[in-house]
């Protein structure tokens, strides 16, 4: 099995309509979300063949019709049986049952390329499909995906987490490269850490941002979204190029007052429906001591400045007896 030389990074991700090159493969997906539909459409374009994909709701027929048409949608079982190289993107929790359930049917074939696009796991959660002959690998795109053709040009540069038996791992950075990305490799113990900082990063961003959403709109602000934008956007660059040197505010000052000011604000607030922010609350509280605590470890507040912030955070979060949360029973 040989997944071909890597194809160069092009400007646009549209079918070849030239002759196949040599080394194509037939893919098989299962699993037609978001992610599944997008790296099939990728591959299809530098020419591999979709043979089938594997899509049960409504939406990712859609998807699928959409990304991949002309592509028929088959059963697990004829995907893998026809395919040289099987995309499996299905959910986390979902994924070592397939595999395993597959492997007790004997579905997997030897020299077959079984690739999932977890970030969470490595190749052992492929082990039983290696037992029936099978080459492992695990193939993760740090990206967000929508669903939507727009993503395919998101892949090219994208960086790819690749995980895979040294013997077999050119092949894996190979497949990286033809969706795209930039391949790095990854040690199979080190995929669970790797991805709490992906879905840490960009998943609570959304969950932050739509709360700073919420805050704007309950003071009656209209446009949230366009009122955060400029600022979000300058901030998320300052602190990817300059980590916690890009940090302001008046955590990063040390203006007690200033955060004591906001909480009252904050618990007074009420959305639409007239329910308090208490998520809202308890996230800044959460962010503001993490903050308080990199800043002390740093040496860019005083050992006064952090007394004084925390004082006001620890006076906050404790019920109206006096008591501590965590001491109430």
Do not use: K
């Amino acid at each position: 099995m040989n997944p071909g030389t890597p194809a160069d990074h092009e400007s646009t991700r549209t079918p070849s309509t030239h002759s196949p090159r040599p080394g194509r493969l037939g893919v098989g997906i299962i699993g037609a979300g978001r992610v599944g539909a997008v790296l099939g459409s990728a591959l299809r374009s530098v020419d591999h063949q979709i043979i089938g994909v594997h899509a049960v709701s409504a939406s990712s027929r859609e998807r699928a019709e959409l990304l991949l048409p002309g592509v028929p949608i088959l059963d697990v079982e004829d995907i893998v049986e026809r395919a040289e190289l099987v995309l499996l993107a299905v959910p986390d929790d979902a994924l070592a049952d397939l595999v395993q359930g597959l492997a007790e049917l004997g579905r997997w074939q030897p020299g077959q390329l079984v690739v999932h696009t977890s970030g969470a796991y490595g190749v052992g959660v492929l082990e039983p499909a290696r037992r029936c002959g099978a080459i492992p690998l695990a193939i993760h795109p740090a990206m967000t995906f929508g669903g939507f053709s727009t993503d395919v040009a998101r892949l090219i540069g994208c960086p790819m987490a690749v995980t895979a038996p040294a013997a077999v791992l050119p092949i894996g950075q190979a497949l990286a490269v033809e969706l795209g990305g930039e391949p790095f490799v990854l040690p199979e113990e080190s995929r669970p850490a790797y991805h709490a900082a992906l879905a840490h990063g960009a998943n609570h961003l959304v969950t932050l941002v739509g709360q700073a959403v919420r805050i704007l709109a309950a003071a009656g602000v209209e446009d949230g979204a366009a009122t955060l934008a400029p600022l979000l956007s300058i901030a998320l660059d300052r602190a990817l190029r300059e980590g916690e040197a890009g940090l302001t505010g008046p955590v990063a000052r040390g203006d007690a007052g200033t955060v004591r000011t906001h909480l009252a604000a904050l618990t007074e607030l009420r959305d639409a429906n007239g329910r308090p922010l208490d998520d809202v609350v308890d996230t800044y509280l959460t962010l503001a001591r993490a903050t308080v605590a990199r800043r002390e470890a740093t040496g860019a507040l005083g050992a006064q400045q952090v007394r004084a912030l925390r004082e006001v955070l620890s006076d906050h979060g404790e019920d109206s007896a006096g008591q501590p949360p965590e001491q109430i029973i």
